[in-house]
């Protein structure tokens, strides 16, 4: 069975410090795969999709940046954190080719102080 | 850009009451998901509609698509504590997933 595996689970980082979050897929593969960040009791905003290793979609511009550099990895990442990167990072894969439903990891709750 | 919008943004009820919370999008959708998100959890998938005017039903959730594929609904009947959470509509643009603002349901015992 296919399993999303993210890390770390929390963290609080300084403003100006760098980032990298991680997200794993097991049991499937060439999956779509997904960057989402959700501001306390907000929605869900798409910050990457990739469709295949390399292969990276941005819908926000700001200071974070994606990378995928293996089938099943895909990485969140940020030079120098503002304090409005705080949030809720989820990561979630897709079946490829398909328009199917999405599976998410167990997220990431970033502070940034 | 795509935009999908849920109302209402809260709603609270008596356990047992009805609930139903609404989408819209600004465009044609090709289909429509819906996710519930428990407090402090990750959105888990309910259900996909992609059919224009499709129905469906899990137990005392009920999901409809409308004609027009810009519209949809979830209603639950006879709420239960269980119930309580952020319930998302997503449609799908493309193969990206646009989340609506959500609704956030409590249940009181």
């Known amino acids: 069975s296919q399993t999303i595996h993210q890390w770390p689970a929390t963290l609080v980082q300084p403003v100006g410090s760098p980032l990298s979050l991680e997200c794993t897929v097991e049991g499937t593969s060439n999956p779509n795969l997904y960057w989402y960040r959700q501001a306390a009791g907000r929605g869900l905003q798409l910050l990457f999709y990739s469709v295949g290793i390399g292969q990276i979609s941005s819908e926000v511009p700001q200071n974070l940046s994606a990378s995928r550099p293996q089938d099943r990895q895909f990485i969140l990442s940020s030079k120098k954190l503002l304090l409005s990167d705080s949030g809720f990072y989820l990561c979630a894969w897709s079946v490829t080719g398909t328009s199917g439903e999405q599976y998410f990891g167990p997220g990431t709750r970033l502070t940034v102080t | 850009g795509q935009q999908v919008m849920q109302i209402p943004q809260y709603q609270h009820v008596q356990e047992g009451e009805d609930f139903t919370t609404y989408c819209n999008s600004s465009?044609?959708?090709?289909?429509i998901q819906w996710y519930k998100q428990r407090p402090g959890g990750h959105p888990v998938f309910l259900i996909q509609l992609v059919k224009s005017g499709e129905v469906k039903k899990q137990k005392r959730l009920t999901f409809q698509f409308g004609e027009a594929k810009k519209n949809s609904s979830l209603h639950i009947t006879a709420t239960q504590t269980t119930d309580v959470g952020t319930y998302f509509c997503a449609g799908l643009f493309s193969y990206k997933l646009i989340f609506g603002t959500g609704t956030r349901l409590q249940v009181f015992p």
């Open positions: 465009t044609t959708l090709s289909n």
